[in-house]
């Protein structure tokens, strides 16, 4: 299978993302360094863990493990998740692992952990949009965004926090509080994908789905040294905006 390039990634989920850049020096952040093998997964870009995991090098599972260690560990100090969905995620994993022994085709992010920014619609995963009036809101249906990125394999972790509405530059809410940058925890994480950008810099996996209409991906990946894409006009929509002139700018 080709590598998955980052026009194809956007074509095939239909969101903006931010993710690891393999040359960043990952020792340098305040919050704790990698202290095993287990954890040197974490920071390995998402190309790099796909060809792994259908080379047969790496098991679903083992990089799932590896993940939520090191998510129990950092993100109390940080606040990047505002959910996990670490039952259905670990099941996944042996799904995936099961699919790659049986030698069945495999998507382009098979086995690969991904977070998803908790303004779009994930079904039977609470969706809350930082704000208490949405706290118990659990949707029906998956975001097309989400329903691509599963499709291709790739096992969702959780939900990633957002300040209320994704209306802020920050990400801090009522709902979940403040997320903290894990290169100096005294610092933000930018916004309004904070939450995105933390976990990704954090080494709590190498990708997360964001959403960008004045900076939203691309500030967080700033202030926290990594890559981040806002997808072109008219590649995606988000499939409800939260207000109406975000049609023409949210994506």
Request: hydrophobic content about 45%; overall charge positive.
């Amino acid at each position: 299978m080709k590598e998955l390039s980052r026009r194809d990634f956007i074509q095939t989920t239909g969101a903006g993302f931010l993710t690891i850049m393999p040359s960043l020096p990952v020792d340098q952040a305040q919050v704790e360094k990698p202290t095993n093998n287990g954890e040197d997964l974490c920071f390995k870009p998402a190309t790099v863990l796909a060809a792994a995991i259908r080379q047969k090098k790496v098991s679903p599972v083992e990089v799932i493990d590896a993940v939520y260690a090191r998510l129990h560990k950092i993100n109390p100090k940080i606040n990047a998740f505002a959910t996990l969905t670490e039952e259905q995620a670990r099941l996944t994993a042996k799904q995936a692992e099961a699919a790659v022994m049986r030698g069945d085709r495999l998507g382009a992010l098979h086995g690969v952990p991904v977070s998803v920014k908790d303004v779009f619609l994930t079904r039977g995963v609470r969706t809350m949009f930082g704000s208490r009036i949405r706290e118990n809101f659990v949707p029906e249906e998956d975001a097309p965004a989400v329903a691509k990125l599963l499709a291709a394999g790739a096992i969702l972790i959780g939900k990633t926090t957002t300040p209320e509405f994704a209306f802020k530059p920050v990400t801090d809410s009522p709902l979940t509080g403040i997320t903290r940058n894990p290169w100096d925890i005294t610092k933000t994480s930018g916004g309004s994908s904070g939450g995105a950008g933390a976990a990704v810099a954090a080494g709590l996996g190498p990708i997360a789905i964001g959403s960008d209409a004045g900076g939203s991906i691309r500030l967080p990946a700033s202030f926290n040294g990594i890559f981040g894409l806002k997808s072109s006009l008219a590649v995606l929509r988000i499939p409800f905006s939260l207000f109406p002139f975000w049609c023409m700018l949210d994506r």
